[in-house]
């Protein structure tokens, strides 16, 4: 599987930043394709995870209401917005994908679902 991830910067706290991932080399119709994240000193953190087949999407808690995902099924192509951006969300963002997806209800069960993951973009929220 091959990704391609764009839309990482440096922005101030409450700004906004849009990641895009454009996934490829599979042919799987069912998939589930998400973000996590991960920060020097934290624990990796799902971020968000949405169904390529029905458009269900689960979020993290530390960003529902903030951040919205977005897919185009056709292209195989996911989108992060993340809106009201804070210190606590710098990090380094992964695209990753579940090629065999069970019911996911919750980013612990789609970190242990991940199979593929990308290079990563950094965000960076500094004042």
């Known amino acids: 599987v091959h990704f391609v991830e764009s839309g990482g910067g440096s922005v101030q706290p409450g700004d906004s930043l849009r990641l895009s991932c454009a996934a490829s080399?599979?042919?799987?119709?069912?998939?589930?394709i998400g973000w996590f994240r991960e920060a020097p000193g934290k624990e990796r953190q799902g971020v968000a995870s949405?169904?390529?087949?029905?458009?269900?999407?689960v979020y993290g808690d530390s960003v529902k209401g903030r951040f919205i995902a977005s897919r185009d099924k056709a292209l195989k192509t996911a989108s992060l917005q993340m809106n009201s951006l804070e210190s606590e969300d710098a990090a380094v963002y992964y695209c990753?994908?579940?090629?065999?997806?069970?019911?996911?209800?919750?980013?612990?069960?789609?970190?242990?679902?991940?199979?593929?993951w990308g290079q990563g973009t950094q965000v960076t929220v500094s004042s």
């Open positions: 080399g599979f042919t799987k119709e069912d998939y589930v």
């Open positions: 949405i169904r390529s087949i029905d458009g269900s999407i």
């Open positions: 990753a994908i579940d090629l065999n997806p069970r019911g996911i209800t919750s980013m612990t069960d789609f970190l242990r679902g991940m199979d593929w």
